[in-house]
């Protein structure tokens, strides 16, 4: 018999799971939810870190538990896991994983083709796994990648870094983002992604430029750049 779920666990599967049915209809399947189980395990180590700072350890550690599940068992399976093996995952992961922890192993490889996208030193570190095994199957969908540079706010950082990835689904993921540049109260981000390749001209998405552009006119618009 499935075990409901806690609380703070159906807080996180409102915005996930309407999501990881849809994606079950979408020719890029895998892709998509191999993207949701990375942010189902970003949602469970910010839970973590809030619960910790209320007091609450039972449920911290409910989360970390869970989110190490998800790392331990897609290190396993590497970069050539099929989707019903991360459907597995996610689903265990949600239930409550049980069970002796098992030893890493190695990821594979990462596809020498990635180079000619996007610097391979940018997917290899530990704390990728997830985006090159997302970038990884991108590949072999032929989705292309992108990187689009904008100015934000320092104040709206974290909203509209929110904003972005819901704007792309399910026609774009979000690898990572680097810093650009920094200057006074705004800050210039780098995102990386890949984006279906039925998208020709990503700038007519419905991205909504940050507030930094309506408050001056001198600033680089933002730049959207194909990468390979």
Request: charged residues 30%.
């Amino acid at each position: 018999m499935r075990r409901d779920p806690p609380d703070h666990i159906k807080a996180v599967l409102q915005r996930i799971e309407p999501r990881w049915i849809e994606s079950s209809r979408l020719p890029a399947k895998k892709l998509l939810r191999l993207a949701l189980t990375r942010d189902l395990a970003r949602s469970l180590h910010t839970l973590h870190s809030q619960f910790l700072a209320t007091g609450d350890e039972l449920a911290a550690r409910d989360a970390i538990e869970r989110e190490k599940f998800l790392s331990e068992r897609f290190n396993e399976l590497g970069l050539d896991a099929n989707d019903t093996a991360i459907a597995q995952i996610y689903a265990q992961a949600v239930a409550g994983p049980k069970g002796q922890k098992k030893d890493l192993i190695a990821v594979s490889p990462i596809d020498p083709k990635l180079s000619s996208k996007i610097d391979a030193t940018k997917l290899t570190r530990a704390d990728r796994r997830w985006e090159a095994a997302i970038a990884h199957e991108a590949l072999q969908l032929d989705w292309n990648f992108w990187t689009l540079e904008s100015w934000v706010n320092v104040d709206e950082v974290e909203s509209w870094g929110e904003k972005l990835p819901e704007c792309l689904w399910p026609q774009g993921i979000i690898l990572f983002v680097e810093s650009s540049a920094f200057e006074e109260s705004r800050w210039r981000g780098k995102w990386y992604l890949v984006l279906n390749p039925k998208i020709k001209s990503p700038e007519k998405l419905p991205v909504e430029p940050p507030l930094a552009y309506s408050a001056s006119e001198n600033l680089e618009p933002p730049k959207w750049t194909r990468l390979g």
